[in-house]
């Protein structure tokens, strides 16, 4: 009971103390409080932060703390302008008319800035000869504007000095070695610009001891020669190639990289056009190494370089005994004789040959190569002369000669006084002697002579190694600047972007020498010089109504002024002839030293782009090679990629061998512009310095040397291709371009007999899935191989609108190189003289595309209008994309590449300026591909929806397409009936690539006819 | 020789036994604390994972191109260990699952090591689509999930088809692996003395007391999880196999894939289960459990579905004939002939060839000559993912984009590592649970079951 009494009393209990009432329980009942908390507390014992102070370092504390978390980066500032420039329309490209300075035939240019910074070259559509289109070297010369390792300021031995110092003290020297008497040499490249010799002049004047010297290591030196001995005059006419029907060249790459080849590759292709109109000429190309042109040809003769003058007065006996109506010179017809190709297997060709010369005389022309003989060149010019050739030349576009190349005396004189100490001051006016003369001439060590050496340049070098003043200079793309690179124009260069570094131009340099002031300098110093110099010989020779301020902003914004070309024909000099020499061709290796296609003499060699564009050819890249024949190959015992020995008179280089279809036996083909030592990170050492076997004291020519030797040497060096070379005998492999029907051709006598011949053997295909139809846009595109010369123009461009990646020689050879569109090559016939089917590859942005259904993640999908997207933000890479995809055109960002390049070369935030805005840079781990350049597309259907009219497909004209000299790529709406490319689908000899897969791709190709007879098989 | 007699059901266990030994023997392992052997083992299983966590973290860090693939080799050797190792996976829920349904009394001595197997090689196949993607932290783009961009994933793709494949695979074969433990562990939480070990049991048997009902409801769940398992078996590298046959590449495209695929991954199973079963009965006596007998039904297996193998490589060759694409022709010549000639030969001696040796009896029961076999049989079953993956893609339909395939140090390290890490499962497998199933062994002791014969 007594329990349930309790119980009452505690109706809740929490422990059994409690429910017993036990004494310290109800204690503490009592106590509402513990000791000690209720006390009266003491402020003195108390924290003496006071309790705003307590709140400012709490808020401050958790401030602290919040930003700490925040991973919070620099990101640099955006800020909107403040006050718009009034050209610039942020989101809108501007176009500058310019001058193109990557080599003396100055195309015209329209670089495209966004928000004040250059980030593509395209060609200028109002140039004259170059007509809206520039070379892959051209396209990619933005990318030395942002080089990183450009200079950044003046340096003197080596430490960095300031402008000022430099005028005040090269003035000084200037001045003290006038007093002297010793000599002041300015070693320039070869100068196209007026104002630059004018410059130059002035220099002359005033300093008078003052002696210019032009040299460039690949020159018309031997074609201005001859063409000065036959006709009084070193200015060559251009050749109207499009009124060719006949076209035989000699070891001249017309097409690759010989004379303006951006106008004779569009010239040659006006008479290879099968969509509009069928009109064919022949091109017949005798060459010793394998060129683009030889690629070209519709009969490829293999003479070797030493054999070229017996060849062209072979063909002269052949000429003269068919049609004894000639009427030769004495001295001519008295030496001429059977040439042997003839009984050879190329016999045959030769036939039609001279049949074709005959039928087409005064249609026909004789193109011999800059880097043939003196000799070859009179007897072409007289053989042109013989057949009526010569209405081909056209005057009214000679190729100007501003000032002259020197001759081997002029710079051996200039050693000599350097060696005697007679030179005081040597200016390396934006050239680089040390690589590019014969080793035998001793500049190198001549310079050592030498009290001051100055060196005016973009970036470092060979020669500015050596300099005491190294001189940073603006790139074109930063300074102003004319050229009168060919009669009947005058086109000007203009600045698009003030100068990033503390660089000068050049002829600003000299002019402030000239006014011997250190204080003189102004930045606009060239800029009033130029425009003066304008009015004087362009404006006042124009017989403008305009003012003379509008018709510089006239000139300026167009690029070019015309001038009226003086047509100057004198009549051949028959003389000259007796001074033919005619060498019998001995029975060793000939070394014929060409040009490098993308890196040119050397001077793009830092330049990512053009090491990795792959070779026309060869499709190696990041090197050079001796590119010897296989027979030769099979005779050496060399396999590819093993060193050998090329020896000359005591000269040698060592080098790797490229086993190349097509090259005559005794023929060695290096390029020149490799082997940089000093060049950058990207370009030095890489591959072989072919200078090394060039001398001053040539026979033939510069670049060609008989009494080779060849011979295996120790060791390789690893090539590397985009592409496999496959043995052209191996049965295995061969052909299957043609059995796959990638590559499908006819002759043009075939075509002419049944139009149809193309699709005889088409299948109808059927699928069995509901097609998607595309109602509104469908974009397409069409590539026309009989124009497609490999130039690669289009992989450059295409490189610089769409922010592809370098990835370097060693990704290269793992097969991870990123460009978008690729140029295939394949060889078939006989591994001696093969035949070349060249096919630009790219996104086929297929109707059914095979990429699209296997993307686990959707991030490579079909666009309404036709195209194959890649969602760079979706993609999570797992390259089953790629490959699924039966052409492989497809990317993978393997790695960062631009993280990965070189130490990081081309991450910085001076290259990041480059970038087009308007297209991703894409990360690692991403696929990525062709978009049909989307971001064209877009701004086409903004513009088009800003006017308020409808997009036309030809609105649209992507990259390649734009960058194409032959004008192969047709792009636009092939739902549009009325467009060129609609009717390039419905073509007879339009195909698809892989037909029977059913996939339908986009990119249409137009076969390749070849203009041979027919008995030839 | 006498004759046998097949009125008689022959005996699974070598011997006769008493139950309480077995429980003693089978739980011995778990009951002991490991060894110095144990050690070396594991520290070399380790170290062999440490070189998969390193060849992981150079990929991470700097990316795919670590490895050796490129255009047009997307995919080399990690897709090619990825179908590898779930082709070992596929051993164990065939033997414990489809060999359950046929009342293959003879798969009870190996089936819970062969389940454990099965659940470690698709944890180490799990990997490799996980690392293979340029951007793995993005691999969950991978799963259909809600998001604001209304991005779904795309189901046309074989790949989005794996994912759930094998998540499928995993998950079921985990279930089954589980719910055939429970006896066990309630044997072991009887036996134990150990109060961690005991609580341990406890949670994990789920309250078993072998109870009439109990049994009865665990055979019933066994079945259906054994059916509902069946299908996977034949489903998960028919969908591996898909993502080949889907494509359009020559050599990959063919309809011949989904039951060569499944014959292969069954091959390779069992070569798997055969080896490392042979290592464990040794070290841990129990030659009496996992018989020879057992072993050469193994091989015949083997020799079954090697024979089909070959049979499918025969019939790849023919159909590419008679069916006269050029680019499918060219591609099974180059096989044969072309660069990685030696690839396919190697696979062709291995996994057609030396299986054939099984048809003499002696070899068949020889644990040494079979147990090299059974190697060579992994090492021809992971070249033939290599010859399928790499030598299609290498040369496909345009010459011009042909390139050979040249495999990197990292590729190498996570390969090996990808067996450190299938191994230090089956170390810590071996040393933490039973590996072979108590209960089922003691059913099958002459005289555990009722007979009219001997009453």
């Known amino acids: 009971m007594d329990d349930y009494s309790k119980l009452s009393n505690n109706k809740l209990w929490k422990s059994l103390k409690e429910f017993h009432n036990e004494d310290d329980v109800l204690k503490m009942k009592h106590d509402e409080f513990l000791d000690g908390v209720t006390d009266e507390f003491d402020s003195s014992k108390l924290s003496g932060i006071s309790r705003r102070k307590f709140f400012a370092l709490l808020s401050a504390s958790a401030a602290l703390t919040a930003t700490a978390c925040t991973n919070y980066r620099d990101k640099g500032e955006i800020i909107p302008y403040n006050k718009r420039p009034e050209e610039i329309l942020p989101g809108a490209a501007n176009y500058y008319a310019s001058t193109c300075n990557g080599c003396s035939l100055s195309c015209g240019i329209l670089i495209k800035t966004r928000e004040g910074r250059p980030i593509k070259v395209e060609g200028n559509p109002d140039h004259p000869v170059s007509r809206g289109k520039i070379c892959a070297k051209g396209q990619a010369s933005i990318l030395d504007l942002y080089d990183p390792e450009r200079l950044k300021a003046p340096y003197f031995n080596g430490k960095e000095t300031s402008w000022k110092n430099v005028d005040s003290t090269v003035i000084n020297i200037l001045n003290e070695t006038q007093k002297n008497g010793k000599q002041i040499a300015i070693v320039t490249d070869t100068i196209v610009s007026p104002t630059a010799k004018k410059v130059l002049d002035d220099f002359t004047a005033k300093y008078q001891n003052t002696k210019i010297y032009s040299y460039s290591l690949v020159n018309d030196f031997i074609r201005r020669q001859a063409w000065s001995e036959c006709y009084g005059t070193d200015e ?34 006006s008479k290879r056009e099968v969509v509009d109109k069928l009109n064919f000429n022949r091109l017949y190309a005798a060459e010793g190494r394998m060129s683009s042109t030889g690629m070209m040809a519709d009969y490829r003769l293999k003479v070797a370089p030493s054999q070229q003058l017996n060849f062209v007065l072979g063909i002269i006996y052949e000429l003269n005994k068919i049609n004894p109506h000639l009427q030769l ?33 005064g249609k026909s022309i004789i193109y011999a190569g800059d880097s043939l003989s003196k000799d070859v060149h009179l007897a072409v010019n007289y053989l042109n002369e013989v057949l009526g050739n010569t209405i081909l030349y056209d005057y009214k576009s000679s190729f100007k000669n501003i000032v002259k190349h020197s001759t081997k005396e002029e710079i051996t004189s200039l050693i000599n006084s350097m060696n005697q100490g007679k030179v005081g001051i040597i200016i390396h006016y934006e050239s680089n002697p040390v690589y590019t003369m014969p080793k035998d001439f001793g500049y190198e060590s001549a310079l050592k002579n030498v009290k001051t050496v100055i060196s005016l340049t973009v970036s470092e070098n060979e020669s500015s190694a050596y300099a005491n003043y190294t001189l940073p200079t603006n790139h074109s793309f930063e300074a102003w600047g004319d050229a009168y690179a060919r009669e009947g124009f005058y086109s000007l260069q203009q600045p698009v972007i003030s100068p990033i570094f503390n660089s000068r131009q050049k002829e600003s340099v000299l002019l402030s020498w000239i006014s011997a002031n250190p204080n003189s300098y102004q930045e606009d110093i060239y800029h009033q010089y130029l425009m003066k110099s304008f009015n004087s010989d362009v404006f006042v020779k124009a017989n403008s109504l305009a003012d003379a301020k509008t018709f510089w902003y006239s000139a300026l914004h167009d690029g070019i002024v015309r001038k009226n070309g003086t047509r100057q024909i ?160 191996d049965t295995f492999v061969k052909d299957f371009h043609y059995s796959r029907k990638i590559i499908q051709e006819g002759t043009l006598e075939k075509y002419i007999k049944e139009p149809n011949f193309l699709n005889e053997e088409k299948e109808n295909l059927v699928s069995i899935t509901n097609e998607i139809k595309y109602t509104g846009h469908k974009w397409a595109m069409a590539i026309d191989l009989n124009k497609c010369t490999g130039c690669s123009a289009c992989i450059s461009s295409c490189n610089v609108e769409n922010n592809i990646a370098v990835v370097g020689k060693e990704q290269v050879e793992r097969g991870r190189e990123m460009q978008w569109i690729r140029i295939d090559r394949y060889y078939s016939g006989q591994p001696d003289n093969p035949i070349v089917s060249n096919q630009p590859m790219l996104c086929q942005h297929c109707d059914n595309a095979p990429c699209e259904n296997v993307c686990p993640v959707n991030a490579t999908n079909h666009s309404p209008d036709g195209l194959n997207q890649m969602v760079y933000n979706r993609c999570v890479g797992t390259r089953y994309c790629s490959n699924n995809c039966p052409y492989k055109v497809r990317r993978f960002n393997f790695f960062n590449h631009r993280d990965h390049f070189a130490d990081a070369y081309y991450d910085n935030d001076l290259t990041s300026l480059m970038y087009n805005p308007e297209v991703t840079v894409r990360s690692r781990g991403v696929m990525e591909k062709c978009t049909f350049c989307v971001q064209k597309i877009m701004e086409a259907r903004s513009n088009a929806i800003r006017d308020g009219k409808e997009l036309k497909g030809s609105d649209v004209v992507t990259a390649c397409q734009q960058a194409c000299p032959t004008n192969a790529i047709t792009f636009g709406d092939a739902n549009d009936p009325a467009s060129q490319i609609a009717k390039l689908r419905k073509h007879n000899l339009s195909y698809h690539v892989l037909e029977e897969l059913n996939v339908k791709p986009n990119v249409t190709y137009i076969a390749k006819l070849r203009n041979t007879h027919s008995e030839e098989k | 020789m006498s004759t046998v007699d097949y009125t008689r059901e022959l005996s699974v266990l070598e011997g006769k036994p008493p139950l309480r030994e077995l429980d003693d023997l089978i739980s011995k392992p778990l009951e002991t604390k490991p060894n110095r052997k144990f050690f070396i083992a594991l520290s070399i299983t380790l170290s062999m994972t440490a070189l998969l966590v390193i060849g992981l ?62 659940i470690f090689a698709v ?145 390779s199973g069992f070569a798997m289960v055969q080896n490392v079963l042979i290592i464990v009965r040794k070290i841990f006596n129990y030659e009496h459990i996992i018989t020879v007998d057992t072993l050469e039904k193994m091989n015949k297996v083997m020799l079954l579905t090697g024979s089909m193998v070959g049979y499918a490589y025969a019939m790849e060759f023919f159909i590419a004939w008679y069916g006269g694409v050029e680019a499918e022709r060219f591609t099974f010549l180059n096989r044969a002939l072309g660069p990685y000639a030696w690839a396919y030969w190697i696979m062709v001696t291995c996994n057609v060839v030396s299986p054939q040796l099984f048809w003499i009896k002696k070899i068949r029961r020889s644990i040494k000559t079979m147990f090299v076999i059974a190697i060579f049989v992994n090492i021809g079953m992971w070249f033939e993912r290599f010859v399928i993956i790499v030598s299609s893609l290498s040369r496909d339909f345009l010459p011009s984009s042909w390139h050979h395939y040249t495999p990197t140090y990292v590729d190498g390290m996570i390969l090996i590592g990808s067996f450190g890490f299938f191994f230090t499962w089956i170390l810590l497998f071996a040393k933490a649970l039973p590996v072979v199933s108590m209960a089922e062994v003691k059913a099958v002791v002459e005289g555990s079951q009722p007979s009219h014969k001997d009453h």
């Open chain 1, 570 to 729: 004198t009549r051949f000099n028959n003389i000259v002839l007796n001074n033919i020499k005619e060498i019998i061709p001995g029975n060793n290796f000939i070394v014929h030293l060409t040009e490098s296609y993308f890196v040119g003499d050397g001077r793009f060699a830092n330049n990512g782009w053009l090491q990795e564009l792959p070779h026309p050819v060869s499709k190696i890249t990041w090197d050079n090679y001796a590119s010897i024949s296989p027979i030769t190959a099979k005779q050496l015992n060399v396999q590819m990629n093993d060193f050998i020995e090329v020896s000359l008179d005591g000269r040698k280089l060592v080098l790797p061998a490229l086993i190349q279809p097509g090259v005559h036996e005794r023929t060695i083909n290096i390029e020149l512009g490799y082997g940089r030592t000093k060049a950058g990170e990207v370009g030095k050492n890489v591959g072989f310095n072919s200078v090394e076997l060039m001398t001053k004291n040539w026979v033939y020519s510069p670049f060609l040397f008989e009494n080779a030797s060849i011979r295996k040497s120790e060791g390789s060096h690893k090539l590397v291709s985009t592409q496999e070379h496959h043995s052209l005998d």
């Open chain 1, 329 to 361: 010179d004495k001295s001519i017809s008295a030496r001429l004789k059977k040439f042997s190709l003839l009984d050879s297997a190329d016999g045959e060709k030769f036939k039609h040959l001279i049949k074709d010369l005959n039928d087409n005389r």
């Open chain 1, 236 to 269: 060559y006419p251009a050749v109207k190639f499009d009124d060719a029907n006949i076209i035989l060249t000699l070891d001249a790459d017309f097409l690759g990289n010989e004379g303006n080849y951006i106008e004779n590759m569009r010239k040659y292709v």
């Open chain 2, 57 to 118: 973290g150079l990929t991470f860090y700097y990316g795919i191109g670590m490895w050796g693939n490129n255009i047009p080799v997307g995919w080399a050797w990690d897709i090619t260990n990825f179908v590898f190792w779930i082709g070992i996976g596929h051993a164990g829920t065939l033997i414990s699952a489809i060999l359950f349904l046929f009342r293959q009394k003879w798969r009870t001595g190996i089936a819970r090591f062969a389940e454990g197997m099965t």
């Open chain 2, 123 to 267: 944890m180490t196949a799990g990997l490799f689509p996980l690392i293979h993607v340029g951007r793995p932290w993005l691999a969950g783009y991978l799963f259909p999930y809600p998001s604001q961009n209304s991005i779904w994933v795309n189901f046309t793709s074989p790949l989005l088809w794996d994912v759930f494949a094998v998540s499928t695979y995993l998950t079921v074969s985990l279930i089954f692996w589980y719910v055939g433990l429970i006896p066990d562990l309630a044997t072991l939480r009887e036996k134990t003395t150990n109060k961690i070990k005991k609580i341990i049991y406890s949670v994990t048997s789920l309250g078993w007391r072998f109870s009439n009902r109990h049994w009865q409801h665990y055979e019933m769940v066994y079945l259906i999880l054994a059916g509902f398992a069946t299908p996977l078996v034949l489903s998960v590298h028919t969908i591996v196999s898909f993502d080949f046959a889907v494509s359009v590449i020559p050599g990959w495209h063919s309809t011949i894939f989904p039951p060569y695929f499944v014959a292969g991954a069954v091959f």
